[in-house]
């Protein structure tokens, strides 16, 4: 019989939690919501120093006597255990927490569930188990095991005319770094080579909580831990990530100028040189009609600046033509926009009508017949920029990352390629290869969308 079978399985013991609750009974419903969330993570509940793998201090900050009580309790916790993580009405003095006990692990305000289970998270992460456990630690993906979408926050500030996604998903809710950093890594754990971050307004991400940190526990190459506090915020957000030796890609930025601090990490390889940008338009008069930020002259100027610091970026956008009130000079304008900021990739939608937008109630409705005459214009002078682009890239080496194989070769995509919106690398000779294969190769070949290339040779 195999070792499998000879050998029963003992199943690992589950970490486990203390908590010591002060204050008033809304703070005790405060605990108990946290426990059991914890509890139905697989956490055990523990009453005692010694047993817990971290202990929970909810405090109380109504009278000063309360929030001496507090920080006495957690200096208590801190001699018994080491492990503390602070939450609670006085959370909102992290300050004088930290001043007092700098050795706490995190220390939040009072509701933030979340916020606290993150941290039970970092600081006393939990053995996945296969025998017992329904859902791997990464979750359940519908995404091929090599890429994986990373949702960093939900719901959007902005009221553009043409758009119902604020009045569907509410106001911008941006996750706290750590969660969204420990997804990460589990992900990177269980054999993702790229994570598309995705949102409303990946740029935007933090502003809504004041882009609070959390905290976050990386695991190095060597096995050794190291405990961090991230900000909830696009760059620092970016630079973590950039730490995980995967590909990460950025979709649904918004060109705030903040976007400019990134270009070092994809200079240094941090993350990959691309970004998913939607401008929607090019002329003044239509962005404005439109609600959208952004002033398109310095964004050429920025496209500039991008391309002298990470001469091989890849900007991807979507536009839409027939907006109601385009003319054909407002027209002919983006498609003169579109030459000087010479997008790599694009997408092109002809105006619809949706149910509840403002953009329903404008004047000068553009016809179908001229909406789908224009988008087929755009569409031409765009696989005209396209192909002279990739046929640049024709006899450079780059590495691929593998989607499908068959008996042609293989499917693979570039640095510059998103799953299912951009172009795809065939490698020829890829037959040997399989899916979530990175590889390096030489450009052979392009054409409008595509590129094609065979394997380097060791």
């Known amino acids: 019989m195999s070792d499998t079978l000879d050998k029963p399985h003992i199943p690992t013991e589950a970490p486990a939690v203390g908590i010591v609750s002060l204050g008033c009974p809304k703070a005790l419903v405060d605990s108990e919501r946290i426990l059991t969330k914890l509890r139905s993570d697989g956490y055990r509940i523990s009453g005692d120093y010694n047993d817990a793998s971290v202990v929970i201090v909810n405090t109380c900050g109504f009278l000063d006597s309360a929030k001496e009580e507090s920080l006495n309790t957690i200096g208590e916790a801190m001699a018994e255990n080491g492990k503390v993580i602070v939450t609670g009405c006085m959370g909102v003095e992290a300050e004088r927490i930290r001043e007092t006990h700098p050795g706490v692990l995190a220390v939040t305000g009072p509701q933030q569930y979340e916020a606290v289970v993150s941290a039970v998270h970092a600081a006393a992460p939990q053995t996945h188990d296969p025998y017992i456990d329904l859902v791997p630690p990464q979750g359940l993906k519908l995404t091929p095991r090599h890429y ?62 004041g882009y609070k940190t959390s905290p976050w526990t990386i695991t190095r190459p060597d096995g050794n831990r190291e405990n961090r506090s991230v900000r909830a915020k696009f760059y620092d957000l970016c630079e973590a990530l950039g730490e995980l030796g995967i590909w990460t890609r ?8 903040h976007v400019d601090e990134v270009m070092p990490l994809m200079a240094e390889g941090k993350i990959l040189p691309y970004l998913d940008i939607p401008f929607q338009h090019a002329h003044p008069e239509i962005l404005k009609s439109m609600r959208r930020p952004g ?46 900021a010479q997008i790599d990739r694009l997408g092109c939608f002809k105006f619809e009508p949706v149910d509840g937008a403002a953009a329903n109630d404008l004047p000068g409705h553009v016809p179908e017949a001229v909406k789908q005459e224009r988008w087929e214009r755009l569409m031409a002078h765009q696989q005209a920029i396209s192909e002279k682009r990739l046929a640049a890239k024709v006899g450079r080496q780059m590495d691929v990352l593998v989607d499908e194989v068959d008996e042609d070769g293989a499917i693979a995509r570039s640095y510059a ?42």
Request: include cysteine; glycine fraction near 6%; hydrophobic fraction near 40%.
């Open 148 to 209: 994986a979408y990373l949702k960093i926050s939900e719901g959007c500030n902005h009221s553009c005319s043409f758009c119902i996604i604020p009045s569907m998903r509410g106001k911008l809710a941006s996750r706290p770094a750590g969660a969204v950093l420990r997804e990460a890594e589990k992900l990177a754990a269980a054999g993702v080579r790229e994570l598309l971050v995705i949102s409303q307004d990946t740029s935007a991400y933090g502003l809504d909580i």
């Open 250 to 257: 950025l979709h649904y930025v918004y060109p705030y100028p």
């Open 295 to 340: 002033n398109q002259v310095k964004v050429l100027e920025r496209i500039r600046s991008w391309r002298e610091q990470v001469p091989d970026i890849a900007i991807r956008s979507t536009f839409i033509v027939g907006y109601p009130g385009e003319t054909e000079e407002h027209f002919q304008f983006l498609l003169d926009w579109l030459s000087e």
């Open 417 to 458: 390629d998103a799953p299912e919106i951009d172009g795809n690398v065939f490698v020829t000779d890829g037959q040997n290869l399989k899916p979530g294969d990175m590889v390096p190769v030489t450009i052979v070949e392009a054409s409008e969308y595509d590129l094609f290339a065979v394997q380097n040779t060791a």
